[in-house]
């Protein structure tokens, strides 16, 4: 094949382009699929226990309606995923009713659906340090200026951010909103504490903003108790759906391959929302809906989630007590109570992004930590995945991996 200019037509790409760039796990997905990779960069759910019959199951049930999943369908969802939505919302501790509820190719979706609704260019957002990568991503295709606050093992600070948005009003800028992943974040790994949420919808009042509470892994909890979300607390003290617009996925607790989330939001922003989508994809995937629909009818789903957390359980505390066992003592981690992902600081000195080839090379691949900054913080920094690999294939991957770290330390 002749060699490819990828930057032959530079001169014509929209200038929006310029400042997006490729999620480093996407970037990983080929090296991750070779032979005898350890790996514990991606951020998958282990569909391999769904099992072959169950999927038989639902694709066998929806086949009575095959002209319906193949055909075009409400932008805003069927109405048979919303009620899924209202069930699972409810397990969950979220009081919603079927008008709030709008169905999204993945949160992922949601999130590019709330940016293009929401900022012009120069726009301010405030968001965790660090943060989901996708959103990075998402948000960057509208050129916002992006804030992160500092979290500790409670989370985002809300002092911080308020001292932020004060900063931001002097400077006269226009903070559109507060994005933020309350439960089990991703990369970090800690779940936002109950008064803080309290605390941040004060702020979002206060400083007349909206929170986007993009909640993926609620559901995915090992230990401890359930925290409201900010979107229940909100219906608890104003009676609706006001300033927090809220992201929910059936990634985690059913399947990513579906691409299947939802916005819960007032109606002038669903309105919006309605809007951007139908510029984006007409509708989501009637097949998935229908298939996902039977699913949750028909199963036990909730059992299915309690099966999977009693997975990641187990691999959590195998990454937690081989990090323990062979990590040199200058290195700290974070201790997740669910959801898929450990928190790894190294020594300041350290490059995370450097050291990747060296892992690599020695069949072990994680995330380095500048992904989920916007502005190249996080060098010293990885986010490392336990839910993919089985515990004895983590416990080496966390020994190769402090070996690696170890050897540039000695450096
Ligand atoms: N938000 C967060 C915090 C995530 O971690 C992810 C995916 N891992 C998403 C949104 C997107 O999820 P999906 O599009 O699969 O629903």
């Excluded at 993945?106 to 957002?125: M, W």
């Excluded at 006001?242 to 989330?261: E, H, N, Q």
Aim: glycine residues 8%.
């Amino acid at each position: 094949m002749p060699l490819v200019d990828l930057d032959r037509f530079d001169f014509l790409y929209a200038s929006r382009v310029r400042g997006m760039k490729t999620a480093a796990t996407r970037d990983l997905m080929a090296t991750l699929s070779r032979p005898g990779i350890i790996s514990l960069a991606g951020g998958f759910p282990d569909t391999r226990l769904f099992g072959e019959e169950a999927f038989r199951e639902i694709s066998r049930s929806i086949a009575a309606n095959a002209a319906q999943a193949l055909q075009y369908g409400p932008t805003g969802g069927l109405e048979a995923v919303k009620d899924v939505i209202v069930e699972v919302m409810a397990a969950e501790g979220t009081p919603a009713d079927q008008e709030s509820i709008f169905v999204t190719t993945g949160a992922q979706q949601g999130l590019d659906l709330v940016a293009k609704v929401f900022l012009d260019e120069g726009d301010g957002i405030l968001c965790e340090g660090p943060t989901y990568a996708g959103a990075l991503n998402a948000f960057a295709a509208y050129r916002p200026r992006i804030a992160h606050v500092p979290m500790d093992r409670a989370g985002m600070i809300p002092s911080a951010a308020r001292e932020t948005l004060k900063r931001a009003r002097k400077q006269g800028l226009s903070v559109k909103f507060i994005y933020t992943v309350p439960n089990f974040h991703n990369p970090a790994g800690v779940t936002m504490a109950a008064e803080r949420r309290r605390e941040l919808l004060e702020i979002a009042e206060e400083f007349d903003l909206v929170i986007v509470e993009d909640n993926p892994y609620g559901m995915l909890r090992f230990e401890g108790e359930p925290l409201p979300t900010l979107c229940a607390i909100e219906q608890q003290e104003v009676g609706h759906p006001d300033r927090v617009v809220y992201l929910g996925t059936f990634s985690k607790i059913f399947a990513p391959g579906v691409r299947l989330g939802w916005v819960h939001a007032q109606p002038g922003i669903l309105h919006k929302i309605n809007v951007g989508k139908q510029g984006a994809d007409l509708c989501s995937s009637n097949l998935s809906q229908m298939m996902l629909a039977s699913y949750f009818k028909e199963a036990d789903w909730r059992a299915y989630v309690r099966r999977q957390n009693s997975l990641y359980r187990e691999r959590r505390d195998a990454m937690l007590d081989a990090l323990a066992e062979f990590m040199p003592r200058e290195v700290h981690w974070t201790h997740p109570e669910g959801g898929l992902f450990v928190w790894v600081t190294l020594p300041s000195y350290l490059d995370a992004t450097a050291m990747l080839p060296r892992a690599i090379a020695r069949n072990v691949a994680y995330v380095p930590g500048e992904g989920f900054y916007a502005g190249g913080a996080g060098k010293n920094h990885m986010r490392l995945n336990f839910s993919f690999v089985e515990p004895e294939r983590i416990s080496r991957g966390i020994e190769i991996l402090a070996e690696v770290v170890r050897e540039r330390m000695e450096l």
